[in-house]
């Protein structure tokens, strides 16, 4: 029967009972820090190893503990995935975070013992690259954010402008570090527009080093066009940032003769802010008060930029008022139009028979335009004109019944009409 890694059940024991009786000696040693990342290998060296040495043991936490993790005479059952390299050196695959912690190699020599203690850390570097934004702190200074996260350890990020850090920069007001972030606030004095901040990550497992940049500007600002508003209803302007880094803050000013006091919400005025929009709501427009122009005022550590959006305020007009005094005017012309028509030419000439017939309400009883002709020329029918040619004609019930009516005639290469008589009934 034999041991995992091929060792003889009485050896195994032996070297036990052997382990056990071997007393405890003070042992002079030295320490260092060594990194491995998740799934990498690791070879951890027993440094200053004695070519006298007669043993050389590793052990896993507890240096007095027992069993060892190895010995270079007997092998101990290990996990396969620690190994012995020249009998001295330990050898580790497939990294995993539980491997962490410290471990010790002794050398044995004949009159005294020699330890080298090392502290395996199992790293992880983050999977995605850093991210850089600027914001607004109190007091319109500039901070700088850069943020690493999801590396075992912490990764280490420094700002750097035009190529220097700017930790050792004499503007730089305070800087501050928790896990992943690194911030650096800074004095707006120096800044400028378009000025451009750079964050570089490092971490101990990675050979690369990613970095990240912030751009600042000045904002840039845009409005929609005038807007009017009738006394008593009410009215949005809106101001919107376009460009600017770190977000501005927006205010809206009365107008330019108190440029320094603010609009405030409450009241008729209500301010609503969403992103970089933001909108005055203006209720119950007066025209003494609130007609003019506005100040949309955005600034951000790089800079200032003012707007001017102006509004104008108008008396409602009476739409009801105003269409009926159109309808009666139009009505009054249409009625005198009709009125001239009829005092000159009242009756209409239509193409049909010699006789009309009152057949609809309001005609008057038939006229005869053969009667007319014959009163003036006489009863003798042979007295009417060769070739004449007869009309009638339709009178028309108008609100001027006595006016005459005419008998309208043609003859060969003439024509016309002759008065006859007022209206029959």
Request: charged content about 20%.
């Amino acid at each position: 029967m034999r041991l995992p890694g091929g060792t003889p059940p009485a050896r195994f024991f032996l070297a036990l009972c052997v382990w056990r009786l071997v007393p405890r000696r003070e042992a002079a040693g030295t320490e260092e820090v060594v990194f491995g990342k998740v799934g990498g290998n690791i070879l951890l060296l027993c440094r200053n190893v004695s070519k006298e040495a007669t043993e050389v043991v590793w052990f896993q936490g507890d240096p007095h503990s027992f069993p060892p993790l190895f010995s270079s005479k007997v092998a101990f059952p290990p996990d396969v995935r620690f190994s012995l390299v020249d009998n001295s050196s330990l050898r580790i695959t497939e990294l995993r975070v539980q491997d962490e912690g410290n471990y010790t190699c002794k050398e044995v020599l004949n009159k005294t013992d020699h330890e080298h203690r090392v502290q395996l850390l199992v790293a992880n570097p983050p999977h995605s690259t850093p991210k850089c934004w600027a914001e607004t702190s109190s007091g319109l200074m500039l901070q700088l954010f850069c943020s690493w996260p999801g590396g075992y350890p912490h990764p280490t990020l420094h700002w750097r402008e035009e190529g220097h850090d700017l930790e050792n920069s004499s503007w730089v007001i305070s800087s501050t570090s928790s896990s992943d972030t690194h911030v650096e606030t800074l004095n707006s004095s120096h800044l400028s527009h378009r000025k451009v901040f750079k964050c570089v990550g490092s971490h101990v497992v990675e050979q690369e080093e990613p970095a990240c940049t912030v751009e600042i500007k000045i904002p840039s600002l845009e409005s929609e066009p005038p807007k009017t508003c009738f006394v008593g209803d009410n009215v949005t302007l809106t101001c919107r940032v376009t460009e600017g880094t770190p977000a501005a803050r927006l205010t809206w000013l009365r107008d330019i003769t108190q440029p320094e006091v603010e609009i405030q919400p409450g009241g008729r005025y209500l301010i609503a802010q969403e992103g970089n929009v933001s909108r005055l709501t203006i209720r119950n427009c007066s025209q003494g008060t609130d007609g003019g122009c506005y100040v949309c005022k955005a600034q951000n550590p790089v800079g200032l930029r003012e707007l001017f959006v102006c509004l104008t305020v108008k008396q409602p007009v009476n739409v009801v008022g105003a269409v009926g005094a159109v309808v009666v005017l139009s009505l009054l012309a249409i009625l005198t139009i009709t009125g001239v028509i009829l005092y000159y030419n009242p009756l209409l000439c239509l193409r049909g028979h010699l006789h009309v017939h009152a057949s609809a309400r309001g005609c008057q009883r038939p006229a005869y335009c053969r009667q007319d002709w014959q009163g003036l020329y006489g009863k003798n029918s042979s007295a009417l004109p060769e070739g004449l040619l007869w009309r009638q004609f339709l009178t028309l019930s108008f609100p001027f019944p006595s006016l005459p009516f005419r008998c309208c005639v043609q003859e060969s290469g003439l024509g016309g009409c002759l008065s006859a008589g007022g209206l029959r009934r």
